[in-house]
């Protein structure tokens, strides 16, 4: 992305980039966004559930490894497909891992399964939980809620802001940066011109006769220095060149700057209606090496304890149709994951031997057809919100669930597994 193009997109947004720095970096630092950094990550295409978390290996209609007697693979509690890069990624990560199976979308359509998994709700005008999370623990920050594509139409409390490319984030950060070698000026003189600038700002704020319309725009001017200030701490992190996984890196970068508090990023051809084993051959790989990256480049960054991560897609898949391929089916999995959980290496959450949806004891997490509730997108943002501290209690948001539908992901002792059903 072009920086003229991440601007244009930002105002559509309503997202206001501030005008060169008038402070230094260091008066900006007590703003710097320290917490917990939400990343959610949407498998474009609806994922099939079956080559993923949820496999079956016994009925050669649901999947070409089972057809061929290709047995599931297994890392602590959780079992995997053995397709794609699954083996790897799976016994790599499992300790830090919470699958959530059977998760019905209450659709299969593609635009309203990527919002009721993006905001917790199949009707518009509720919030993504990436904006939701950024209103509540990014305020103040240049770029709190930074989103690749996927769902981020906006519910009113704050606006995404375009994932720039390296090359886009370096314009932003660094205006006078021609390359990460070359600027456009000598630093000495911008520093004296910003100097001289930031001293005229301060004594107009101390005149006395300035009219309100000037007073105003004096101290708007002023006050978004600060979050320049803060872009331009972006540049003591930003390398000269960019990972192969440019947006993820960009989304860590800036969440190790401090400027960000949440990371939206996609990954797609998922919609295999066609030839399913083949398409995925490439796009699970691509997912699941995303994902590995994410865990491997934020330790390096030293950010990993920060991270927690949300998998999802818009649905889940059916049977194997006549062209080897599978289509739209309500009920999938989601994925969450954190450095080090006491709630990982778990399942929570089941579905039927076709994938049908099956009730789940809220407390247990126990397959419970009397007293049970189906897992829906709502359960698990309502968790979420708990779990991560940015509840709401917005009267435009009925975000609450029911009493008796809290269910108890987070619970090191609540488990499903893979029950013979």
Do not use: C
Request: charge should be positive; glycine fraction near 10%.
């Amino acid at each position: 992305m072009q920086r003229r193009d991440f601007l244009r997109m930002a105002s559509a947004g309503g997202v206001v980039i501030p005008t060169w720095a008038l402070l230094p970096v260091a008066q900006a630092q007590s703003a710097v966004y320290t917490g917990k950094v939400l990343v959610n990550i949407h498998a474009d295409g609806g994922i099939d559930q079956s080559s993923w978390a949820d496999p079956r290996e016994t009925d050669g209609t649901l999947n070409n490894y089972a057809a061929a007697g290709t047995a599931a693979g297994v890392a602590g509690n959780i079992r995997f497909a053995p397709m794609g890069n699954n083996a790897a990624f799976f016994n790599a990560h499992f300790r830090r891992m919470l699958v959530i199976n059977g998760v019905h979308s209450e659709t299969n359509d593609h635009g309203s399964g990527t919002r009721a998994h993006a905001t917790g709700r199949l009707d518009m005008g509720y919030p993504n939980m990436s904006e939701l999370f950024a209103s509540v623990h990014g305020k103040g920050m240049p770029m709190p809620w930074l989103a690749s594509n996927g769902f981020r139409t906006s519910a009113g409390l704050l606006a995404a802001t375009p994932m720039p490319d390296g090359n886009g984030l370096r314009a932003l950060t660094q205006p006078n940066a021609v390359s990460a070698t070359n600027d456009f000026m000598k630093q000495g003189d911008l520093a004296k011109t910003l100097a001289a600038r930031a001293e005229r700002m301060k004594a107009m704020q101390a005149r006395g006769d300035l009219l309100p319309r000037s007073r105003t725009v004096v101290d708007q001017f002023v006050g978004s220095s600060e979050s320049r200030a803060l872009l331009q701490r972006v540049a003591q992190f930003t390398p000269a060149t960019f990972d192969t996984f440019t947006q993820a890196h960009v989304g860590l970068i800036a969440a190790q700057a401090g400027i960000t508090s949440t990371i939206q990023l996609t990954s797609g051809g998922f919609d295999g209606h066609g030839q399913l084993a083949n398409s995925y051959a490439q796009s699970l790989p691509r997912l699941t090496d995303m994902v590995d990256y994410l865990w491997q480049k934020s330790a390096d960054l030293g950010i990993s304890e920060r991270l927690v991560v949300r998998i999802y897609s818009e649905f889940g898949r059916t049977p194997l149709n006549n062209g080897n391929g599978k289509d739209h089916w309500a009920i999938g999995t989601q994925i969450l994951m954190e450095a080090n959980p006491a709630w990982g290496n778990r399942v929570f959450g089941a579905s039927g031997p076709r994938h049908e949806q099956r009730m789940i004891n809220v407390a247990s997490g126990a397959v419970d057809p009397v007293a049970g509730k189906v897992i829906r997108p709502r359960h698990i943002h309502a968790a979420m919100r708990k779990y991560l501290g940015f509840e709401t209690t917005d009267p435009k948001f009925n975000l609450k669930t029911l009493p008796d539908e809290n269910f108890d992901f987070f619970n090191p002792a609540a488990s499903t597994g893979y029950p013979s059903l």
